[in-house]
């Protein structure tokens, strides 16, 4: 399989790949990290002689994953879509590909403990950092994080595994590494560290000190639209490369990387490949997370309940494309501290990026996790509305559009496949409400996502209710239609 990818219509590695040190553990091998922090390594390798290399693991799930990529000596595909044209990489970096449950914890733990590595690094998106989204703190009582705590030696989940490999280093007199989050969170360093640290401190207070005093956990800002892989993206795939790759994947061609520079024992030189290297994240976190990320939910509900199955069909609607607009300009933009981006100019690039009718990113994979989500990408913003006494009409839709998703039933009557790490709540809040205001009342209970002082909001209450049953009347699309002639 080897040969057969290094002779692919695609760039391929010509770099010794034998050179490459595994430098970089990290956990949570999915499409994001193979069409993004991989590609940067893969650049640095191949322009600028980077012996930094990757061994890629999988905590729980994904065990296909990483079979494929074994199966074909560690190189997968990675391509670009755009309206006109596809192109392809062959990325060579990752030296070992581990997967905790078959190849075992002991050798992901040893490979984490091995002394070159520099880095751990993490997309295992919002749930699998166990907190809650509304607060930002580790939750002890986490069904992981418990069992966990019982046999901290064999833990499962990636606080328990990165505390344990970091105790061994420490008994070993290893030095740290830094532990870096890829995932989408407001301060994502931060969160990280918090979880880390509150999750250290219950198995042993001075490991807690040393992870404190030692460890850094930069902030990052990732932006890269990464579609789930379909089985016609596969055969897209082959037919522009000549070769089957189960472990390819398919992106848009833009791509973004800000990261707080902030490491203890040293780092790839990302900005020789495009990445932003800066000593604050978190004004380009803010503005990612509302700007794209909150209309992409907002797309996303809204656009699921209209019968778009994919977000260029939503762009295809000159309604949506409209409040999509209004929302990022109008009451996500001035809710930001970041200096020196021109935030229109931004705002139509995000446009231009959804409208790609190459990539169709599915509106019910970017609906999934809401309660992970919401708080981050459209509570944070209507919490300074409320502050500056601003409207935040669009904000309140895409709230209620949330709401009517979760429902679990379409416009049509049929059933839709609701997945979030807060279901069972969800599902409860909704079968113990009657339909209307009721409903809207029950799920604006649910406090790990929207907290204590919002509910109690009584403009920020009647303005959801009033989106809320627009949707029950009107529909998405009239209601959208509705909103978007405000603008």
């Not at 057969?4 to 430098?23: C, E, G, I, T, W």
């Not at 062959?90 to 403990?113: P, S």
């Not at 989050?181 to 640290?197: L, Q």
Request: charged share 20%; glycine share 6%; net charge negative.
């Amino acid at each position: 399989m080897e040969n057969q990818l290094l002779k692919a219509n695609a760039v391929v590695p010509a770099y010794d790949r034998q050179r490459l040190v595994s430098r970089i553990v990290h956990l949570g091998f999915g499409a994001f990290h193979r069409a993004h922090q991989s590609v940067y390594a893969d650049i640095l390798a191949a322009e600028h002689g980077s012996d930094w290399g990757y061994c890629e693991v999988n905590l729980i799930g994904g065990e296909q994953q990483i079979a494929d990529l074994k199966a074909q000596d560690n190189l997968y595909t990675v391509a670009e879509m755009s309206a006109d044209a596809w192109t392809a990489r062959v990325v060579g970096v990752a030296k070992r590909a581990l997967h905790a449950q078959v190849d075992g914890l002991e050798t992901v733990l040893a490979a984490m403990c091995e002394p070159q590595v520099a880095i751990v690094s993490l997309t295992i998106t919002e749930k699998g950092y166990c907190h809650s989204p509304a607060t930002g703190q580790l939750m002890l009582d986490h069904p992981f994080i418990a069992a966990d705590l019982q046999h901290p030696q064999q833990p499962k989940s990636a606080a328990g595994v990165i505390v344990e490999a970091l105790a061994r280093r420490k008994a070993k007199g290893l030095g740290a590494f830094t532990v870096m989050s890829c995932d989408n969170m407001p301060e994502n360093g931060h969160v990280t560290r918090n979880v880390i640290c509150a999750y250290a401190r219950a198995v042993n207070a001075e490991l807690a000190d040393w992870i404190e005093a030692n460890v850094t956990f930069p902030s990052t800002m990732v932006d890269r639209i990464v579609p789930a892989v379909t089985a016609d993206t596969l055969d897209k795939i082959e037919q522009l490369t000549g070769v089957r790759d189960p472990a390819g994947v398919a992106c848009e061609p833009f791509r973004q990387w800000v990261i707080e520079d902030n490491f203890v024992a040293g780092r790839p030189q990302w900005e020789k490949a495009g990445a932003e290297l800066v000593s604050d994240v978190v004004p380009f976190e803010e503005m990612k997370l509302r700007m794209l990320n909150g209309s992409h939910s907002f797309l996303a509900y809204l656009g699921y309940l209209a019968g778009y199955q994919h977000i260029n069909e939503c762009m295809e609607d000159d309604n949506y494309r409209r409040a999509a607009h209004a929302l990022m300009l109008q009451e996500q933009a001035p809710t930001l501290k970041v200096k020196g981006v021109d935030l229109a100019h931004y705002a139509d690039l995000l446009i231009a990026r959804y409208s790609n009718p190459a990539l169709r990113h599915r509106t019910w994979q970017i609906a999934m996790d809401g309660s992970q989500k919401l708080p981050q990408r459209m509570l944070d913003s209507v919490r300074w509305h409320r502050v500056h006494g601003h409207p935040f009409d669009l904000l309140a839709l895409g709230v209620a559009g949330w709401m009517r998703y979760v429902g679990g039933v379409d416009e049509q009557g049929n059933a839709i496949e609701v997945s979030d790490p807060l279901l069972a709540v969800i599902q409860n809040a909704v079968a113990s409400s009657a339909e209307g205001d009721a409903r809207v009342n029950a799920l604006l209970g649910i406090e790990a996502i929207f907290g204590t002082e919002l509910p109690k909001d009584e403009t920020f209450v009647e303005q959801v209710t009033r989106a809320y049953q627009a949707l029950l009347a009107n529909g998405a699309k009239a209601t959208v239609a509705q909103y978007a002639a405000k603008f």
